[in-house]
């Protein structure tokens, strides 16, 4: 069956000669060849019938067309545009030497349009990968993604679980299930290695994939940091940056997040670094635990989930940014650090770091900047694409 054709409005598709991947429900001015449905493959044409690329049709929000080939040559992907993709995606990770180590076996494969691949995440834990469909073109080719998998790395993975059920649009595909596209659940404890720390992971009914890699570098960096000082972790889930702090030799760390589970998930890590006597994890609100406790830190980290889905929370996610900040401040002891970070899209640095400065002025605290912060290698940006830049942070010295 041949694939409908997006033909776009004219002056519409400068964008995609720049290599954007997505194509906006407003560019598009006719189709051709019939109505594709959510998650066909489609080609698009300039106005002038040129062919600029071809790429996944979604028809329930404003990004019409998710790119995944451009120019007069690009062809619907097969068997070996998969394999090329996800090839290619490994070699990178190679050359970031995340592959093949001891100290660390854990990382992103595919981060999206960051590696051509629009609406796919595929992290790596081990010897199993985990797949995450945000769209339904994505969903749909399931099967082939999962063939390129085992064909990049063979007999090093063990199992492929897709984690799609909470990503892929709901309506276009209503009876999701997550579950195993290769192998299946070895029912033990799954324990990865990340930097020479280790961390018990669950792919399965965690949040997300499972853990949150895009912190690794800024991990690594607290740990530096961490030496002798009383430490606060907020928003904790699996303790990621606790044990980090554990292992480089806190005096303290306090770990707290509303989920009793990531709670659960934080302990056991303490365990596993073998410094759980100088750990204590509370199931609590973040700014209720801030309120209701009066105790000063050294070194404190506030790491919310993302405040704003779309732009028109944007605002709200900035008065929440400043309060969160604030309160943190607070309980930041004289030359205190924190570790404040952002992964909501819509809000850039620059409003971030605004939000970040309203809440030191209303501490009255003066504050120094030491690292603007930002997501790892294996996150990568496309030059093409900086709407990829999510996570932001800073690390401020607090008077």
Same mark, same amino acid.
């Given at each position: 069956?041949?694939?409908?054709?997006?033909?776009?409005?004219?002056?519409?598709?400068?964008?995609?000669?720049?290599?954007?991947?997505?194509?906006?429900?407003?560019?598009?001015?006719?189709?051709?060849?019939?109505?594709?449905?959510?998650?066909?493959?489609?080609?698009?044409?300039?106005?002038?019938?040129?062919?600029?690329?071809?790429?996944?049709?979604?028809?329930?929000?404003?990004?019409?067309?998710?790119?995944?080939?451009?120019?007069?040559?690009?062809? *619907?992907?097969?068997? +070996?545009?998969?394999?090329?993709?996800?090839?290619?995606?490994?070699? *990178?990770?190679?050359?970031?030497?995340?592959?093949?180590?001891?100290?660390?076996?854990?990382? %992103?494969? &595919?981060?999206? @349009?960051? #590696?051509?691949?629009?609406?796919?995440?595929?992290?790596?834990?081990? +010897?199993?990968?985990?797949? =995450?469909?945000?769209?339904?073109?994505?969903?749909?080719?399931?099967?082939?993604?999962?063939?390129? *998998?085992?064909?990049?790395?063979?007999?090093?993975?063990?199992?492929?679980?897709?984690?799609?059920?909470?990503? &892929?649009?709901?309506?276009?595909?209503?009876?999701?299930?997550?579950?195993?596209?290769?192998?299946?659940?070895?029912?033990?404890?799954?324990? &990865?290695?990340?930097?020479?720390? =280790?961390?018990?992971?669950?792919?399965?009914t965690g949040q997300k994939t499972g853990f949150?890699? +895009?912190? %690794? #570098?800024?991990?690594?960096?607290?740990?530096?940091?961490?030496?002798?000082?009383?430490?606060?972790?907020?928003?904790?889930?699996?303790?990621?940056?606790?044990?980090?702090?554990?292992?480089a030799g806190a005096e303290l760390v306090h770990?707290?997040?509303?989920?009793?589970?990531?709670?659960?998930?934080?302990?056991?890590?303490?365990?596993?670094?073998?410094?759980?006597?100088?750990?204590?994890?509370?199931? #609590? #609100? &973040?700014?209720?635990?801030?309120?209701?406790?009066?105790?000063?830190?050294?070194?404190?980290?506030?790491?919310?989930?993302?405040?704003?889905?779309?732009?028109?929370?944007?605002?709200?996610?900035?008065?929440?940014?400043? /309060?969160?900040?604030?309160?943190?401040?607070?309980?930041?002891?004289?030359?205190?650090?924190?570790?404040?970070?952002?992964?909501?899209?819509?809000?850039?640095?620059?409003?971030?770091?605004?939000?970040?400065l309203a809440a030191a002025i209303e501490a009255? %605290?003066?504050? /120094?900047?030491?690292?603007?912060?930002?997501?790892?290698?294996?996150?990568?940006?496309?030059?093409?694409?900086? @709407?990829?830049?999510?996570?932001?942070?800073?690390?401020?010295?607090?008077?």
């Amino acid at each position: 069956m041949n694939p409908a054709t997006i033909v776009l409005k004219n002056g519409k598709d400068h964008s995609l000669r720049r290599r954007h991947p997505w194509v906006f429900s407003g560019a598009i001015a006719r189709v051709k060849g019939g109505d594709p449905h959510e998650g066909d493959p489609v080609r698009v044409e300039a106005a002038n019938g040129e062919l600029l690329g071809v790429g996944h049709f979604s028809g329930g929000g404003s990004i019409a067309v998710r790119m995944l080939d451009f120019g007069q040559n690009a062809a *619907l992907p097969t068997a +070996d545009y998969w394999e090329e993709k996800l090839g290619n995606a490994y070699q *990178l990770r190679q050359r970031l030497g995340l592959t093949g180590t001891a100290d660390t076996n854990v990382f %992103r494969l &595919v981060h999206a @349009e960051g #590696d051509g691949l629009p609406g796919l995440i595929i992290d790596v834990y081990g +010897d199993v990968a985990v797949v =995450q469909a945000h769209s339904v073109g994505m969903y749909r080719a399931r099967p082939e993604i999962a063939a390129a *998998l085992r064909a990049v790395f063979g007999d090093k993975l063990r199992a492929i679980y897709d984690k799609s059920a909470e990503t &892929v649009p709901g309506n276009a595909v209503p009876d999701a299930r997550n579950g195993y596209l290769f192998g299946e659940s070895s029912g033990a404890e799954h324990v &990865v290695s990340e930097n020479g720390h =280790q961390f018990a992971v669950d792919w399965e009914t965690g949040q997300k994939t499972g853990f949150f890699i +895009d912190q %690794r #570098d800024n991990r690594a960096l607290l740990a530096r940091y961490s030496p002798g000082r009383r430490v606060l972790n907020t928003f904790c889930y699996t303790g990621g940056f606790s044990v980090y702090a554990l292992e480089a030799g806190a005096e303290l760390v306090h770990s707290v997040d509303s989920s009793k589970k990531a709670i659960a998930l934080t302990e056991r890590n303490a365990e596993l670094s073998h410094h759980a006597d100088r750990h204590a994890a509370y199931p #609590d #609100d &973040v700014l209720g635990f801030l309120k209701n406790h009066s105790a000063e830190y050294d070194l404190l980290v506030l790491d919310p989930p993302a405040f704003a889905k779309h732009m028109g929370a944007r605002h709200a996610a900035l008065m929440g940014y400043k /309060r969160l900040n604030a309160a943190g401040i607070a309980h930041l002891a004289p030359g205190g650090l924190l570790f404040t970070f952002s992964c909501s899209q819509v809000v850039s640095p620059e409003l971030f770091e605004g939000a970040v400065l309203a809440a030191a002025i209303e501490a009255g %605290r003066p504050a /120094r900047i030491l690292h603007r912060l930002t997501q790892p290698a294996d996150h990568p940006v496309s030059l093409f694409h900086p @709407e990829g830049a999510y996570l932001k942070g800073l690390v401020l010295a607090v008077e």
